[in-house]
């Protein structure tokens, strides 16, 4: 296999690993709110919300998108919070697993300057 398949191959994980962010508040809100309505709000409202931020600061076609540190902090900060929702929600081995893939996409993207 060669290393271009490898490096497109990585940046197809990532754009799945952003929809498992998405899809993990979602289950955490659907499984955390008491009643019909807070479900509903945590676990569209914040997928939503979550949405809106990565298309304004970190989607490549943005506008506004950051770059450099700014850019892996906001990434991050929403990848920690989803895999936290996850091992909250009670898919501790799920949210480990979550964020072993996470890390090891992250390092390949920063290595291959992805």
Same mark, same amino acid.
């Given at each position: 296999?060669?290393?271009?398949?490898?490096?497109?191959?990585?940046?197809? &994980?990532? =754009?799945?690993?952003?929809?498992? !962010?998405? %899809?993990?508040?979602?289950?955490?809100? #659907?499984?955390?709110?008491? /009643?019909?309505?807070?479900? &509903?709000? =945590?676990?569209?409202?914040?997928? !939503?919300? %979550?949405?809106?931020?990565?298309?304004? #600061?970190?989607?490549?076609? /943005?506008?506004?998108?950051?770059?450099?540190?700014?850019?892996?902090?906001?990434?991050?900060?929403?990848?920690?919070?989803?895999?936290?929702?996850?091992?909250?929600?009670?898919?501790?081995?799920?949210?480990?697993?979550?964020?072993?893939?996470?890390?090891?996409?992250?390092?390949?993207?920063?290595?291959?300057?992805?």
């Amino acid at each position: 296999m060669s290393v271009n398949i490898i490096k497109v191959a990585n940046l197809a &994980l990532s =754009l799945f690993l952003e929809f498992c !962010m998405v %899809v993990g508040f979602a289950y955490w809100g #659907f499984n955390t709110g008491s /009643s019909l309505m807070a479900q &509903l709000f =945590l676990g569209i409202g914040v997928p !939503m919300g %979550v949405i809106v931020v990565w298309g304004i #600061f970190l989607a490549p076609a /943005s506008t506004r998108r950051l770059h450099g540190r700014p850019h892996w902090v906001l990434e991050i900060i929403l990848f920690a919070a989803s895999i936290s929702a996850v091992f909250m929600a009670g898919r501790p081995t799920l949210a480990g697993v979550f964020a072993a893939i996470y890390a090891i996409n992250v390092m390949l993207r920063l290595v291959w300057k992805q």
